[in-house]
């Protein structure tokens, strides 16, 4: 939304927007409260969130959360919590491309860094299958798409060259 916006203005010069411009707007305003909805709830539910994708993880790999013979489930925690409220107020304002833009491609460095691909793909892919049972279905699938974009995102193992 806001990288639209931001868009728009910056084409102010060739005249005023046409209703197609403008469309996406109507489209906000009409999901506004649905979004807000959702962020509340993902808000409220986080804790539950985070630690039922962290027992779904162990259970798929007792050791996906461990690095050699060291545990960085707590690490792996707060980089969670991080990233679901990044991926909330996405939800909120509809701008994904500002969450890959401002968040996620300067995370991803991170998560290459560490070797931490592979967490990163069963986290947000277990996520939606978390959100899938504890949100309702019209405000999970927009959660949904926007964990789909990190898992696509910091999940990719980077090409070699």
């Not at 990288?3 to 927007?17: F, P």
């Not at 798929?60 to 461990?66: C, G, K, R, T, V």
């Not at 994904?96 to 990163?120: H, N, V």
Request: hydrophobic residues 35%; glycine residues 4%; proline residues 3%.
């Amino acid at each position: 939304m806001l990288s639209k916006l931001e868009k728009m203005s910056v084409e102010i010069e060739r005249g005023y927007a046409t209703d197609e411009d403008l469309h996406f707007l109507k489209d906000y305003v009409d999901s506004f409260s649905l979004r807000l909805s959702a962020y509340n709830k993902i808000r409220e539910l986080e804790k539950e969130i985070v630690e039922q994708v962290e027992a779904k993880l162990n259970k798929i790999d007792p050791n996906l959360l461990n690095t050699g013979d060291k545990d960085v489930s707590g690490k792996w925690r707060r980089d969670t919590f991080r990233a679901l409220r990044h991926s909330a107020i996405t939800v909120l304002i509809d701008d994904p491309d500002r969450l890959k833009d401002q968040f996620l491609t300067w995370y991803q460095t991170i998560m290459q860094a560490f070797g931490a691909e592979k967490s990163c793909n069963a986290t947000y892919s277990v996520m939606q299958d978390v959100v899938e049972r504890v949100l309702p279905p019209s405000e999970a699938k927009l959660l949904r798409s926007v964990l789909e974009l990190n898992r696509s995102i910091l999940g990719s193992v980077p090409r070699s060259t």
